[in-house]
């Protein structure tokens, strides 16, 4: 759907022109950025930076990373074809839930040194994570980062693969699906990603290592890999956006599904649908948001909900709508509804394996994050895992919830300004106790 | 890998998220226009604008290590600087009466130069004063910024239908006010 302007108000608005800021705006502005400010100087406003306020601006950044794809009208019925053949799964289990029991802290967070978190395996052997490595080239200027894998319970970080075929500086998403297959896709920022697949050896590292034919991009516009997720044993479903380069206004983005064949590299353009988002499950299931709020899985509406974004719980129980005043719990089975505690600014979301609950992170200020467990059939907060300064940007759950691995920026204080380089990230594991 | 050239925005975002300072503020001074223009029409005072977008910035630098790309840039400062102006406005009340003289008083579509307090005259802020934040909002992406529906819907995180609904609702409430305006003139 695309609004067309009203002239005559857009004349008018356009009358009052704005104004230039104070003369110290930008001085101000970078002494803050730097983190040296000085409040109360001169013309400038006093500065009101309530943790409130803090809140709501972390809440929309959360939204933004949160916010995913936006699909355009048209072509629904070939996601309804996707939702409703399921694939048996791949590598979590499927099964129903147990009730929740809350989940509790066991001692401090331990260090597992520096680099962030790409993942846990579906068996619990081992962890991989992004660190930095000469080997690797980098994108830009930025620190070289390469993949490493390190058994879960401890013992030597290894190489993945060569960091020439496997750049991790960038974003990087590691999806694993039946039999060993892997799929990752890696970015120097969001125009230039990759799609590589392989298979996991028994010591945790991948072989066969293949970048893979991405969709492409028409002339004049540039192609984002929104999400790369496995449909079926060798199969994965690529949602990409595309946008115009000029960046001129009214260029709204376009967004599309394509079908990845592994075997065969067949790359199939699913095309642009009446949906708005979509989350997929671990067997394949589709999540879809509708422009105008409806929520359905696997083909079934579950409801209207004023949402902007949709997750789903790896076994497809729940899908979790993020709406302008929190988050909602949809039980997939039932269609019932539950208002999430406290999560109006959720970041991130795993479910506890084998139970009815997931492990959400969340903004919970001005540079600080928490991880809390909240039972999802009654929407209530179990247990607090973690709470500290600092940023999580992702994190991983050990398959039988003994733990839970996240990495951890350092907070953005005045005194280290904002320049947070790849080693200073470090990894920590909490454990946990049932 | 691409190769080194001359700072493009993917470039530039690159290395804000590196933290970055300086190439952070090119990036704000590229689109600092179009958001002085919603800020100010949102708040309705320099120093409240001022103040929103400090705010906003600051909050940008401090996630943009967190930018996927998903959005355009401008898409993603576009949200950040009207939730923050939205935050304003809510925690505030409503912008203030005493600030609505700033502007020139608006006729017709066409400004007034002398700017006087004429019986019936309309006055544009005091007209945008009547709708709620959330039509507000709507109505000075889509009618003052130009932006499409899908976009406003990506800012602010609503589906296209509400876009919809609340456009129109504004636009009403506008017509009505600037057309009673206009008859009691």
Same mark, same amino acid.
């Given at each position: 759907m695309t609004g067309e302007r009203d002239a005559e108000l857009g004349r008018l608005l356009e009358g009052v022109r704005p104004p230039e800021h104070r003369p110290r705006f930008w001085d101000d502005l970078h002494a803050e950025l730097s983190g040296s400010i000085e409040l109360g100087r001169d013309d400038a406003p006093e500065r009101r930076r309530s943790p409130w306020l803090a809140l709501s601006a972390a809440a929309a950044i959360v939204l933004v990373a949160l916010a995913g794809l936006l699909l355009r009208e048209r072509g629904g019925d070939r996601e309804a074809g996707i939702a409703t053949n399921p694939s048996p799964p791949t590598t979590e289990q499927a099964a129903p839930s147990a009730p929740a029991e809350p989940l509790r802290p066991e001692g401090a967070p331990r260090s597992r040194g520096s680099g962030r978190v790409v993942g846990i395996d579906p068996s619990g052997s081992f962890l991989y994570v992004a660190a930095p490595s000469p080997e690797a080239a980098g994108?830009?200027?930025?620190? #070289?980062?390469?993949?490493?894998?390190?058994?879960? *319970?401890? #013992?030597?970080?290894?190489?993945?693969?060569?960091?020439?075929?496997? *750049?991790?500086?960038? $974003?990087?998403?590691? @999806?694993?699906?039946?039999?060993?297959?892997? +799929?990752?896709?890696?970015?120097? *920022?969001?125009?230039s990603g990759s799609i590589i697949v392989g298979r996991q050896r028994d010591d945790g590292t991948l072989s066969d290592l293949e970048a893979m034919t991405r969709p492409s991009a028409a002339d004049g516009e540039e192609l984002i890999i929104g999400d790369v997720e496995f449909r079926s044993a060798g199969v994965l479903v690529i949602v990409t956006s595309s946008y115009r380069t000029d960046d001129e206004p009214g260029t709204a983005e376009r967004y599309r599904l394509s079908e990845l064949t592994i075997g065969t590299g067949e790359l199939t353009d699913l095309?642009?649908?009446?949906?708005?988002?979509?989350?997929?499950?671990?067997?394949?299931?589709?999540?879809?948001?509708?422009?105008?709020?409806?929520?359905?899985?696997?083909?079934?509406?579950?409801? @209207?909900? %004023?949402?902007? %974004?949709?997750?789903?719980?790896?076994?497809?129980?729940?899908?979790?709508? $993020?709406?302008?005043?929190?988050?909602?719990?949809?039980?997939?089975?039932?269609?019932?509804?539950?208002?999430?505690?406290?999560?109006?600014?959720?970041?991130?979301?795993?479910?506890?394996?084998?139970?009815?609950?997931?492990?959400?992170?969340?903004?919970?200020?001005?540079? +600080?994050? @928490?991880?809390? $467990?909240?039972?999802? +059939?009654?929407?209530?907060?179990?247990?607090?895992?973690?709470?500290g300064a600092g940023f999580i940007r992702d994190f991983g759950l050990r398959p039988d919830a003994s733990g839970v691995i996240f990495d951890l920026s350092p907070p953005l204080t005045p005194e280290e300004g904002a320049v947070v380089e790849g080693g200073a990230i470090e990894i920590f594991e909490q454990r946990l106790t049932a | 890998m691409r190769s080194r050239r001359a700072p493009s925005e993917p470039d530039l975002v690159d290395r804000a998220r590196q933290g970055d300072v300086d190439a952070f503020e090119v990036l704000l001074r590229r689109h600092d226009d179009p958001m002085r223009a919603l800020a100010h029409r949102m708040l309705g005072s320099r120093a409240a604008m001022d103040d929103a977008l400090q705010d906003a910035y600051v909050r940008a630098f401090r996630s943009v290590a967190g930018f996927r790309g998903d959005a355009r840039f401008s898409t993603w400062l576009h949200r950040i600087v009207a939730t923050t102006c939205i935050d304003h406005l809510r925690r505030s009340g409503r912008r203030a009466e005493d600030e609505l003289g700033e502007e020139p008083r608006v006729v &017709? &579509?066409?400004?007034?130069p002398a700017g006087d307090a004429a019986v019936g005259r309309v006055d544009l802020r005091r007209a945008l004063n009547r709708l709620d934040v959330d039509q507000l909002a709507v109505l000075l992406l889509v009618d003052g910024e130009g932006l499409s529906y899908d976009e406003v819907a990506a800012i602010l995180g609503i589906a296209n239908g509400t876009v919809s609904s609340r456009v129109t609702r504004a636009r009403l409430v506008m017509r009505t006010l600037l057309l009673d305006g206009r008859e009691s003139s």
């Open positions: 994108c830009e200027g930025m620190e #070289g980062h390469a993949l490493f894998v390190e058994p879960i *319970d401890g #013992g030597e970080r290894r190489l993945v693969a060569p960091a020439t075929t496997v *750049d991790a500086t960038g $974003q990087i998403r590691l @999806r694993f699906g039946s039999g060993g297959d892997v +799929a990752m896709w890696t970015g120097c *920022d969001g125009g095309g642009p649908t009446a949906l708005s988002q979509v989350a997929v499950a671990e067997d394949g299931r589709l999540a879809t948001l509708s422009p105008d709020g409806t929520i359905s899985f696997a083909g079934e509406v579950l409801g @209207r909900f %004023d949402a902007f %974004d949709i997750h789903v719980t790896k076994d497809g129980a729940h899908v979790l709508a $993020q709406t302008s005043s929190g988050v909602v719990a949809i039980d997939t089975a039932t269609e019932a509804s539950v208002d999430l505690e406290a999560t109006a600014m959720l970041s991130d979301i795993r479910v506890v394996p084998g139970s009815r609950s997931a492990v959400l992170s969340e903004m919970v200020g001005d540079g +600080a994050y @928490r991880l809390v $467990q909240i039972d999802l +059939a009654t929407g209530q907060r179990l247990s607090t895992l973690f709470e | &017709g &579509g066409r400004q007034d």
